[in-house]
């Protein structure tokens, strides 16, 4: 008998790779889930195998400690072979049965975009079948993990979202904020603020309460809590759109589009649909990026910044003469999704910190040109690095010896070899708890991150220091 390996076919790659080894990015289904558990009495559904939707499950879990129901269409191999379109139609009766949804959002998986599964085509005919009985609006995401990471699966469900609810009509007063994937305490701060400017907004997705609720008497199948279907309806409509983000879902899923005016975000489609002014910038880390917030919220309302957030800005510039003489000139590497670590980059160039190396598992092509634009004083000394994994952040942080780590939980491995501190920010946060309340956003988000960096650069240098020091 003939050895089995004559008749394999022989495969030369004439390319050096290494395979992915440790991802800095995760699947686009699970972001998507994400932003759709931001929508009032929303459901999402995960069209593919069940581990896809058990995973991620598992892994929001952890990090918001709370529970996440996710539904799946729940793949068998005939599906596979022969299309989703039964069970896609068999989920919705299920969830509808089980949760009576305001919401159903449906995204696709690696799995169903491979056999070029209709999903859009599949609701049509669900809404078709169904004429005559009361049903869920419908969102679908298309959201395959091989051409994107959770943040592009994040946009792109918001920009499904207001592409499927969002109406026209006559200008309000009122605001749209698209805040990106900050935590759940960085949605209720930008609640306050629009309450405190008492400006009517539009916050999508708002997941602030449904991914961190109160203690529960009894047991809700679906917490409270979310943007309402009526709010999303008058996002084509508001005064002004603010997006946190200048890469959002720029990848690949969007077809690496190089300009990034021309990124599909909510922001986007509802200026070019409906005319709706969008004011596009980082996420609000640092005193530079906060005074931008405001500087907008200001023209687009008419409304000047009020006075307790001059008193949070005052006490951040005074806490950042305090802290400069611990932290001038020290390394740091920092890690996660792109448009966290542009916004953190800066913060960190702002404080005097000197970042070394920003790294992200998106392959959006940008990284580098975000941060030269917005950290003008070192931002050509940083190496931004796309489409790294922790493997190689690990090794980089080997050769070069960073002081500080400033990321999500995933990096923690690396810190404890270098012996060296890690401030966990960002997501996810799978070993400590109230990883999804901390706040990174405004003056009051900075001050905390600032504190905690400053903090964490003192601790080390005393747990280190031979006699020990109680004073400074
Ligand atoms: S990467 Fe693809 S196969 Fe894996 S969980 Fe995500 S969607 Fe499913």
């Not at 859009?120 to 091989?146: G, R, V």
């Amino acid at each position: 008998m003939k050895d089995m390996f004559e008749y394999a076919p022989v495969i030369k790659s004439t390319k050096e790779f290494t395979a992915t080894r440790n991802a800095c990015k995760l699947c686009a289904p699970l972001g998507a889930a994400i932003a759709f558990k931001g929508i009032r009495g929303c459901v999402p559904i995960i069209h593919g195998g069940q581990g896809c939707a058990t995973y991620i499950r598992r892994y929001l879990i952890s990090h918001y400690k709370e529970p996440v129901d996710i539904a799946s269409s729940n793949f068998s191999e005939e599906a596979t072979i022969f299309g989703g379109a039964a069970n896609c139609h068999q989920a919705i009766d299920n969830v509808i049965s089980a949760y009576k949804p305001e919401v159903i959002a449906m995204s696709t998986t690696c799995l169903s975009e491979t056999i070029g599964d209709d999903v859009k085509f599949y609701i049509k005919n669900y809404i078709e079948e169904k004429k005559d009985e009361e049903i869920p609006h419908f969102i679908t995401a298309a959201t395959p993990s091989y051409q994107g990471s959770h943040m592009d699966g994040f946009h792109e469900a918001v920009a499904a979202t207001v592409k499927s609810l969002a109406k026209g009509g006559e200008k309000g007063d009122h605001i749209n904020l698209f805040s990106g994937f900050v935590s759940t305490e960085d949605l209720r701060q930008l609640k306050q603020t629009m309450y405190d400017l008492a400006t009517d907004f539009v916050l999508l997705p708002d997941y602030s309460e449904t991914l961190d609720n109160p203690i529960w008497k009894t047991y809700k199948r679906i917490p409270e809590g979310g943007t309402p279907v009526q709010k999303i309806e008058t996002a084509g409509s508001a005064a002004a759109s603010i997006e946190f983000g200048t890469i959002l879902n720029s990848g690949s899923l969007s077809g690496r589009v190089k300009n990034k005016n021309l990124t599909t975000s909510g922001g986007t489609y509802l200026e070019k649909e409906f005319g709706v002014k969008n004011y596009r910038m980082p996420m609000p880390i640092g005193v530079k990026l906060t005074d931008q917030f405001f500087e907008i919220l200001t023209e687009v309302t008419g409304k000047e910044m009020p006075e307790v957030y001059e008193g949070q800005r005052g006490r951040l510039i005074d806490s950042y003469a305090d802290g400069h003489k611990y932290i001038f000139g020290k390394k740091a590497v920092v890690y996660g999704e792109e448009d966290f670590v542009v916004a953190m980059t800066a913060f960190l160039d702002e404080v005097g910190i000197d970042v070394v190396l920003a790294a992200t598992g998106g392959e959006s092509g940008k990284l580098a040109d975000e941060i030269k634009e917005y950290c003008p004083e070192r931002g050509d000394k940083i190496l931004a690095k796309n489409g790294w994994d922790y493997e190689r952040i690990h090794e980089w942080c080997q050769e070069n010896k960073p002081d500080i780590m400033v990321g999500n939980s995933k990096g923690y491995y690396i810190a404890r070899e270098l012996e060296i501190p890690i401030v966990r920010c960002g997501f996810p946060i799978h070993d400590r708890i109230g990883g999804q309340r901390i706040k990174h956003i405004g003056y009051a988000g900075t001050q905390e991150l600032f504190d905690q960096i400053v903090n964490s650069i003192i601790e080390y240098k005393q747990d280190h220091s031979p006699v020990g020091y109680k004073y400074m």
